[in-house]
C-alpha cells in the first residue's frame, strides 16, 4: 500500500517563501510522476505542477517563474518550493502520485495560508 505524507505548510506573509514535502513509502518511487495539486476554500482542486520519473516539469500558468518542483530518489521524496507567494495561493496543497493507470495516491494535504 502506497502512502504519501506531505508536511511543511503553515502561514506565510505574501511575498513569502515555503517549501512543502511529500515523502513516498511502500512503492519503488522512481518509477512515479509525481503532482502538487490545491484547494482553496469553496474552489474545486487545481492542479499546480508535475514532476515526471524522467525528471520532466510542467506548471500552471499562475505558478510560473515562482513555484519549483523537485525529487530526491534517494529519499522517496518530491518537494514543491514556493516564493513570492500570494494570497491567491492560499489553499491545501495535495501530494499526488501516479505509477500506472490503475496505481494513482493521494496525500492527505497540508495547509498553506499567505496573509498578512
Given at each position: 500500500q502506497?502512502?504519501?505524507v506531505e508536511s511543511?505548510?503553515?502561514l506565510v506573509q505574501p511575498g513569502g517563501s515555503l517549501r512543502l514535502s511529500c515523502a513516498a513509502s511502500g512503492t519503488r518511487f522512481r518509477a512515479s510522476d509525481m503532482s502538487w495539486y490545491r484547494q482553496a476554500a469553496g474552489k474545486e482542486r487545481e492542479w499546480v505542477t508535475t514532476i515526471s520519473d524522467g525528471?520532466?516539469?510542467m506548471y500552471a500558468?499562475?505558478?510560473k517563474g515562482r513555484f519549483t518542483i523537485s525529487r530526491d530518489n534517494?529519499?522517496?521524496?518530491?518537494?514543491l518550493q514556493m516564493n513570492s507567494l500570494k494570497p491567491e495561493d492560499t489553499a491545501v496543497y495535495y501530494c499526488y502520485g501516479i505509477w500506472g493507470p490503475q496505481s494513482r495516491y493521494w496525500g492527505?494535504?497540508?495547509q498553506v495560508t499567505v496573509s498578512s
Open positions: 502506497v502512502q504519501l511543511g505548510g503553515g525528471g520532466g516539469r500558468d499562475s505558478v534517494a529519499k522517496n521524496t518530491v518537494y492527505q494535504g497540508t
